[in-house]
Each structure stands twice: as structure tokens, then as C-alpha cells.
């Protein structure tokens, strides 16, 4: 399948947290079968609403933002891709997980969660 049939959706498509991740990718490949998302550079609600010199420390001292699991600061996780998105306040068509994970790849650097994401798209694509 090729890349260009890949629908790119620009929220977390997994974790709680994940509105308050920075960093995100969600892809859905394989004719629509399979969520690919990425989520990292998580900045908690908490820093978010500390005053700005604070909060500026704070990031200085946590470039990877907190982390988001065990030793990890960025995480690519597969799902069956469910029902999508048709919330009249949204739409976005972002479909919903179906289950729980099928793959996984953890990073602690936004070029390797990159990587990983592409790595896991093409990898899910190939299946049918």
C-alpha cells in the first residue's frame, strides 16, 4: 500500500494524558484498519499553570517533558482502528482504539518516537 493512502491526523490518538502531550502523531494505514499514535514531551496540566519563569525552569530542567511511562518519555503504540470521530463539535474522523495495543516501541527522543512511528506504519500497512 502506498504511503499517500495513509490518513494523518494532527491529535493523540491514545493515552489519557495525551492533550497534554507536545508532541503527537496519529496515522491510520492499511485501507483503515490499523491507528498508529505517538505521543511524548508530556508537560502536565499542573506546570502549565505555573507562572512563566517557573514554568520556564521547569522545562529547562525537563527537556523530554515528564515522563509518560517506565523509564520512557515518548511511546508508538498500534490498535485495531473502531468507530471514528462524527461529534458535530469535531468531526475530525480520528477513529477510536478497538482494544488494547498490538505493537509497541518506547523512545526517549523526538526523532527516535519518529522514527518509530514511521517504522510502525510501515510495518501494519503491509498487513491486510
Known sequence: ???QSWE?????GHLIVGDQCRFH???VVSKGKYLVSTVGF???SSIAGLPDQERMEW???HANGEEIGCGRFYETMVFEAGNRCR???CACGLPEISGSELDYEAANRAKEATENHMKL???WDKKR
Open 25 to 27: 502523531l496519529a496515522t
Open 8 to 12: 494523518w491526523f494532527g491529535t493523540a
Open 42 to 44: 508530556y508537560i502536565p
Open 121 to 123: 506504519c510501515l510495518k
Open 59 to 61: 522545562l529547562r530542567m
Open 1 to 3: 500500500m502506498s504511503r
Open 87 to 89: 461529534a458535530k463539535s
